[in-house]
């Protein structure tokens, strides 16, 4: 299985909404979906699991949604903390990461 | 709290060894399986190998699989990473990551440690 995100880069403005796409080259269980984040010089710190339930800690503006192929992670508003890159990944395979930076 | 501790990465000669460790405590170590995971400088996340709850299984990606050897001590509770045949695509963090059951899913990470393969 291959995980596609995009865009590779994502520029956006603090309070905007952020939308980012994980696509798999078949169809694959949803229960195996995770999102991370990782920013610079630290580990990736799990987010999503299951493909849409958040990770303990993690804040309600972090949604994780989709099915079969196809599975997206929202930010509804960016803090400046969560700009960073992330990774969704399907059991043992990781997808390449959006960075999300500051336009 | 969770917590997992790598030690053990150090610059290495090409065709040389060297012994990851994991230190994990805050949870019960033996009812989790666990996993290390890579990321070569500036690039994605690359995993290498997961292991059951005892031991008796274990998974490795066909890059690392006779290379690397993944092993765990429940009553030290730690997990560890043998590298042998190192290379210069060996050099990376390695990570070392709890496995959250029935999702395959890594929800702790440890810092990680630099491995560095250079002559």
């Known amino acids: 299985i291959v995980l596609t995100q995009s865009p590779g880069t994502l520029s956006l403005s603090p309070g905007e909404r952020a939308t980012l796409s994980c696509r798999a080259s078949?169809?694959?269980?949803?229960?195996?979906v995770a999102w991370y984040q990782q920013k610079p010089g630290q580990a990736p710190r799990l987010l999503i699991y299951?493909?849409?339930t958040r990770a303990t800690g993690i804040p309600d503006r972090f949604s994780g949604s989709g099915s079969g192929t196809d599975f997206t992670l929202t930010i509804s508003r960016l803090e400046p903390e969560d700009f960073a890159v992330y990774y969704c990944?399907?059991?043992?395979?990781f997808g390449p990461g959006t960075k999300v930076d500051i336009k | 709290e969770v917590q997992l501790v790598e030690s053990g990465g150090d610059l290495v000669q090409p065709g040389g060894s060297l012994r990851l460790s994991c230190a994990a405590s805050?949870?019960?170590?033996?009812?989790?399986?666990m996993s290390w995971v890579r990321q070569a400088p500036g690039k994605g996340l690359e995993w290498l190998a997961n292991?059951?709850?005892?031991?008796?299984?274990?998974y490795l990606v066909d890059s690392v699989r006779g290379r690397f050897t993944i092993s765990r001590d429940n009553a030290k509770n730690s997990l560890y990473l043998q590298m042998d045949s190192l290379r210069a695509d060996d050099t990376a963090v390695y990570y070392c990551?709890?496995?959250?059951?029935?999702?395959?899913?890594?929800?702790?990470w440890g810092q990680g440690t630099l491995v560095t393969v250079s002559s």
């Open positions: 990551g709890r496995i959250i059951g029935g999702y395959d899913t890594r929800d702790y």
């Open positions: 805050g949870f019960t170590f033996s009812s989790y399986w």
């Open positions: 292991i059951n709850l005892d031991g008796t299984k274990k």
């Open positions: 078949q169809s694959i269980s949803s229960s195996y």
């Open positions: 299951g493909a849409s």
């Open positions: 990944q399907e059991r043992i395979t």
